[in-house]
């Protein structure tokens, strides 16, 4: 077992790690961009991470009632901890705030992100997508 391909060494690190979302710099560390990436891509094609934005991959299973592939945490949790790993600030939204503060009894639907600095990138999954909220 000492030949280890790099598909298995990243698979190893995917399993063993506490984080859903991982990004292709996560392994860097094992061999270069385009390696990564093809490894990466296998694992999405064999249903073990699914793809919810450009260079954002989370921890994948398949429904035992479905069937499909969804990811292990809903997108709203894994688009947090992505921006988290993107260095960017997540705060907690104006439509939040207000729920929280019983100034409203609309639940927020949670697809919308308060975030501080500027997010250019899109994250979606199965037809649902990430809106920011820019607080200063």
Excluded at 16 to 39: E, N
Excluded at 108 to 130: E, H, Q, W, Y
């Amino acid at each position: 077992m000492a030949n280890k391909t790099l598909k298995s060494k990243v698979n190893y690190r995917i399993i063993r790690s506490k984080s859903d979302v991982f990004t292709p710099s996560d392994f860097f560390d094992l061999s270069d961009r385009d390696q990564i990436g093809r490894a990466l891509r296998q694992l999405v094609s064999e249903q073990r991470l699914i793809r919810f934005g450009q260079g954002l991959y989370a921890k994948a299973k398949v429904s035992k009632y479905t069937g499909k592939v969804l990811p292990v945490r809903p997108l709203t949790d894994l688009a947090v901890e992505a921006l988290n790993k993107l260095n960017v600030k997540v705060v907690s939204s104006k439509e939040q705030t207000k729920y929280n503060q019983n100034q409203t009894t609309q639940v927020p639907t949670g697809r919308v992100i308060a975030v501080k600095g500027r997010v250019t990138r899109r994250m979606s999954l199965n037809g649902s997508t990430i809106k920011y909220q820019r607080v200063s």
